[in-house]
């Protein structure tokens, strides 16, 4: 069996494969794409039995690679991954196989998993009716889902400023205060690190010090230097150490 994961960005594009390795062995991630419609030449070109679809991705967005898919002869089993929910019914009107929201729990991508290989058996034995229980995957969906931190309060003087999380490049934190890096420049929070933390997405933010969280699509490049210490520059040119603990987050890439 053979897969393609398509998603736009490459530390989550890593994490997936290192999952499917442990639970889905069998299964040859054949190809990666960082955008829709690489993804959608990948398929053309590999004729995968599976796509693991990111949603939101430039250009051309996993919904729209989805309808192009469902055109070809031999169509592959689509799974959407995400971190909005708000696709859900657009995913199952696509004959989504399953739906993922990010971060990816290890016992949800097994069930997903389950649900491929019943997908491929129901292929060979020609059963191309069977679809998936759209009910329970919204039910399921339902309860699974994170609530997570999209917004912060952030002030600059004596104003306050709304700033998207996805927006953010890293939160540092100071004597009393935490000062948070963006597109829109520096501003100030009062939440403690540790409490901020626990109110992020995982898959995107980690914390690489005890005095730094930052976030993982926005990281240009990781150095390493000549004593082995390891930082991280970011797409905005600023560069932060990371801790010898939090090294392990790097060592597989």
């Known amino acids: 069996m053979r897969a393609i994961i398509a998603d736009d960005e490459p530390l989550l594009r890593h994490h997936l494969d290192q999952m499917l390795a442990d639970i889905f062995p069998e299964l040859e991630i054949v190809g990666k794409a960082c955008d829709g419609r690489e993804a959608l030449a990948l398929c053309q070109q590999e004729e995968p ?69 019943q997908r491929l058996r129901d292929r060979e034995e020609g059963n191309l009716k069977s679809g998936p229980d759209i009910e329970a995957l919204l039910r399921q969906l339902s309860l699974s889902r994170p609530e997570y931190l999209r917004w912060i309060k952030a002030s600059k003087g004596e104003d306050i400023h709304l700033i998207a999380c996805d927006e953010v490049s890293a939160f540092v934190a100071e004597d009393k205060y935490t000062t948070v890096y963006s597109g829109q420049g520096e501003h100030i929070i009062r939440t403690p690190l540790k409490e901020l933390l626990a109110q992020l997405e995982p898959d995107l933010f980690w914390q690489i010090h005890r005095s730094t969280i930052v976030c993982v699509k926005r990281i240009q490049k990781v150095c390493r230097g000549i004593t082995g210490g390891v930082s991280v520059v970011m797409d905005d040119g600023r560069q932060y150490t990371v801790s010898r603990r939090a090294t392990s987050l790097f060592k597989t890439m």
């Open 49 to 117: 039995d599976v796509v693991f679809l990111d949603i939101r991705m430039p250009g051309m967005d996993g919904l729209a690679v989805a309808e192009a898919l469902s055109k070809l002869k031999t169509n592959p089993i689509v799974v959407f991954i995400t971190a909005y929910d708000e696709y859900a019914v657009s995913a199952f009107e696509h004959e989504a196989a399953d739906y993922l929201l990010k971060p990816i729990d290890d016992k949800r991508l097994e069930k997903a998993c389950d649900r491929i290989r």
